[in-house]
């Protein structure tokens, strides 16, 4: 049998199932449930966050039979035939590979044509800001008269790339990148229905790689899944991720704040031996930086980085016990090192460089 990747499988149905855009699926089921449809909506937001997903479920909700406060419900006639993928009623167009003017000339033939055994048609174009000047000015003219049987829903992750002309004359929702408990409380209820065991930090980990998107949290997933024996445990996590344990960025720091240049030198050589990769590393120290600097100037530091708490507890004592400006410090030498770690010939030596010079740079001046 062919495996189905998590965020397929698990790709909501309804408006109720989509986590952390309420303040979107609720509007869009109220419009469903009073009839007060747009003929145009623009979804925008990074990727893997829901916007075709919610798209999906709109195109199928205006067309179903028995709505359930303003979802599909799944089980009439139109709701079965709008879950194949070929349904001629709803058209994904990606507009990435069909951005010319006549792709979109042929899109507004097409649009004259009535659904069929349906209420509209609905026509999803994915990337819509890839479309060339041409064919934006080719469907302008569709956007403003569209006819009464059409819905078009323009779905893009770089939503200043389009025409201030297209976007006044959409319905605009700006979809959020999701908190790192949510991310961890999606995996729980995929990998509970899937008989996954798990240690609770693992998913807090895979959350943080997440960086906000659902598709790239259960994409990561997949993969430890696919590497673990039967249970995801922290240390299957950090092995194919390449992520850093909490543990060695703190003693890596307390080398860096002591000024303890062998102890750094000994520190990389164990990593380099290790096979650790150091441009992921170079990454984790700039984060680890950042964190400490939370820690130490914010009323409630952990409700921003959702560490486990006895990793929380020690990244408090740490971030007391290191200047502001020292970590300042810390975080502009790794966080700039991002173009010459791509461009060096040793890694290694750049780490240790870019160590020594956090170490002994000058502080950060205030404003």
Do not use: W
């Amino acid at each position: 049998m062919e495996h189905l990747a998590l965020y397929r499988k698990y790709r909501p149905k309804t408006f109720d199932e989509v986590v952390g855009q309420e303040h979107i699926t609720k509007a869009l089921a109220h419009q469903v449930e009073s009839g007060k449809l747009a003929h145009a909506y623009l979804f925008t937001g990074s990727r893997g966050i829901g916007k075709t997903s919610v798209a999906r479920i709109l195109a199928k909700a205006v067309n179903c039979e028995n709505n359930k406060n303003g979802s599909p419900c799944g089980e009439c006639p139109a709701c079965k035939r709008l879950e194949q993928e070929n349904d001629i009623n709803i058209i994904e167009i990606d507009a990435a590979s069909n951005n010319r003017v006549d792709d979109v000339r042929e899109l507004r033939e097409k649009v004259k044509f009535l659904p069929i055994n349906a209420k509209y048609k609905v026509y999803i174009i994915d990337e819509v800001h890839m479309l060339s000047d041409s064919a934006f000015n080719a469907l302008l003219k569709t956007l403003e008269e569209p006819p009464a049987h059409v819905i078009f829903i323009l779905a893009t992750t770089e939503v200043h790339k389009l025409p201030a002309t297209i976007l006044s004359r959409c319905i605009r929702f700006d979809f959020r990148l999701l908190s790192i408990d949510k991310l961890t409380q999606i995996l729980m209820n995929v990998l509970s229905q899937e008989g996954i065991k798990y240690e609770n930090e693992a998913l807090k980990l895979i959350a943080q790689a997440g960086e906000g998107s659902v598709r790239d949290t259960l994409s990561i997933a997949d993969c430890i899944v696919a590497y673990s024996d039967g249970q995801i445990t922290k240390d299957d996590v950090l092995k194919v991720l390449g992520t850093t344990d909490y543990d060695l960025l703190l003693n890596f720091f307390d080398l860096l704040k002591d000024k303890n240049i062998g102890g750094m030198l000994e520190a990389v050589d164990n990593l380099d031996q290790n096979g650790k990769n150091i441009s992921v590393f170079v990454k984790d120290l700039a984060k680890h930086a950042r964190d400490l600097l939370i820690c130490a100037t914010t009323k409630d530091p952990n409700s921003i980085l959702s560490l486990p708490q006895d990793v929380f507890e020690k990244y408090m004592v740490q971030s007391k016990s290191i200047d502001e400006n020292r970590l300042l410090n810390f975080k502009q030498a790794f966080a700039g090192a991002e173009n010459e770690l791509r461009y060096t010939l040793s890694p290694r030596l750049l780490l240790e460089s870019l160590s020594i010079s956090a170490m002994l740079g000058q502080d950060v001046k205030k404003n």
